[in-house]
């Protein structure tokens, strides 16, 4: 167990610093950059925060969708592991044209648009806005 | 003087056989897969000029040839394309680094957000969509058959343009992405059951949208950035110009963030261009969806392959938006 600041709080030290005094101190394309490595910093809060529950959700997803048996794996690496896996077998069910047919196809859309909700919660927040 | 400018002084003074020096060398932003630079010639009788210089990063994923690029801009500028004028080009690694050409200077804005945003662009966003589709009308008819245009591929009769994009971008994906996209093999099947049967063929601009182009208050000033010139279906230029990522947020503005798709369409085929079928730039318009996600993981590719760039690392995470956007357009029948 780390001592604070978690490491959520330390990316927020670095990013309040690249907006508050680093931005405005550059111009033209290292201004620009300081603005994407903010942004960048952004964006690993975010998915610090939710990984874990967001993996477990998609996992539960994929072995529905897929009907296959199973526990979640309790250890991060593997979830992260098994949705890879389990998304890879996705695609090949979509590629042999599965996907094609209802209610399969209406499914796998519907979970595919969560994962890349999920995605964006992380990603690009703002992008789910409009 | 930077090493750059030297080289590039010493460069410009070969050719034009004189005395160069070049100065206020400075790179322009945007471009993350090719560099851009403007500076300052004086030559030894005492001229002075305002130049741009384009130059390939080393080692990126995306391979085009910065002497294509020129000789492309020499016949847009034949054809009545608004362009840069294009000066001198060099494609020995040996005296910059890497390939490059040089082109006039034109002064005027690019940030498409400034552009959409600005009240001081308000003329040029009323003026633009009219100009963008008469520049456009004037890039298909480029005229294929020019000496200088030999190295351009053509589709083969047998496939349609639209069936060669689909598999090239298809087999990019597969080379490339090292994760699995689901979203993205639901719009490959659905592309892949609907190709469009092209009109005609003819030159593609291949990357046609607001932020390649130079504007000022008034309106259009150059098209630029053809690097990914090639041959095909006209409409692929419209659908393009409507993908969701160049609206920058004025969503209700498909084309571009200027204007509904139908005030676009209907200036293309004013200004001379062929009829517009709205269902195959409805298709193109997907596919630029696709190509754009797939673009934003080769540029994530090249930050991995260990060219240090924080702006291609963040592109990686921009693939989830055009995944949202393909569902969004192919729910439905």
């Keep these: 167990m780390q001592d604070r600041p978690t490491a959520r709080e330390l990316l927020a030290a670095v990013r309040d610093f690249l907006e508050a005094d680093v931005v405005a101190e550059l111009e033209g394309v290292k201004r620009f950059h300081a603005r994407v490595a903010a942004n960048v910093l952004a964006i690993v809060e975010r998915e610090i925060a939710s990984e874990e529950q967001t993996l477990l959700s998609e996992w539960e997803r994929l072995v ?46 519907e979970h595919v648009r969560e994962t890349v909700r999920e995605k964006l919660r992380v990603a690009n927040p703002r992008y789910l806005g409009g | 003087m930077t090493d750059l400018a030297a080289a590039l002084a010493a460069y410009l003074g070969r050719q034009l056989g004189t005395g160069a020096s070049v100065s206020a060398l400075r790179r322009l932003p945007g471009g993350a897969s090719r560099e851009t630079w403007l500076f300052a010639l004086a030559t030894a009788d005492g001229r002075t000029e305002r130049l741009v210089l384009r130059r390939d990063p080393p080692g990126h994923v995306i391979e085009t040839s910065r002497r294509h690029e020129f000789l492309l801009l020499r016949e847009a500028a034949a054809a009545g394309v608004p362009v840069p004028r294009v000066r001198w080009c060099e494609e020995d ?140 279906d006209p409409m692929e230029d419209l659908g393009w110009l409507c993908v969701r990522a160049w609206r920058f947020g004025a969503d209700a503005m498909a084309a571009g963030g200027l204007s509904d798709r139908a005030r676009f369409f209907a200036a293309y085929e004013r200004a001379g261009g062929g009829v517009v079928d709205p269902a195959a730039v409805r298709w193109w318009e997907v596919f630029g969806n696709l190509k754009w996600g797939i673009i934003c993981i080769m540029q994530m590719q090249t930050f991995l392959a260990g060219v240090k760039s924080v702006e291609l690392a963040s592109l990686g995470r921009r693939t989830a938006e055009t995944e949202l956007e393909l569902l969004d357009l192919t729910e439905g029948p």
């Design chain 2, 93 to 232: 690694p040996a005296v910059l680094g890497a390939p490059f050409f040089v082109m006039d200077y034109v002064e005027g804005e690019t940030l498409a957000r400034r552009l959409l945003r600005d009240a001081e662009y308000a003329p040029a966003r009323a003026a633009l969509p009219e100009q963008l589709a008469a520049a456009l009308v004037r890039v298909h008819a480029i005229d294929l058959d020019a000496l200088a245009l030999g190295f351009l591929a053509r589709p083969s009769a047998e496939t349609s343009p639209a069936g060669t994009e689909l598999a090239r971008y298809e087999s990019l994906f597969r080379a490339l992405a090292p994760e699995p996209h689901p979203a993205f093999e639901l719009a490959l099947r659905w592309l892949a059951a609907r190709l469009p049967a092209a009109k005609c063929r003819t030159l593609v601009h291949g990357d046609y949208r607001v932020g390649n182009v130079i504007f000022g208050p008034e309106g259009l000033r150059a098209v630029i950035d053809w690097e990914m010139v090639h041959v095909g």
């Design chain 1, 64 to 109: 529905r969708l897929l009907g296959v048996p199973g526990t979640a794996p309790a250890r991060l690496d593997e979830l992260r592991a098994s949705v890879r896996g389990l998304t890879e077998a996705l695609v090949g069910r979509i590629r042999e044209g599965e996907a094609d047919r209802e209610p399969f196809g209406r499914t796998v859309r």
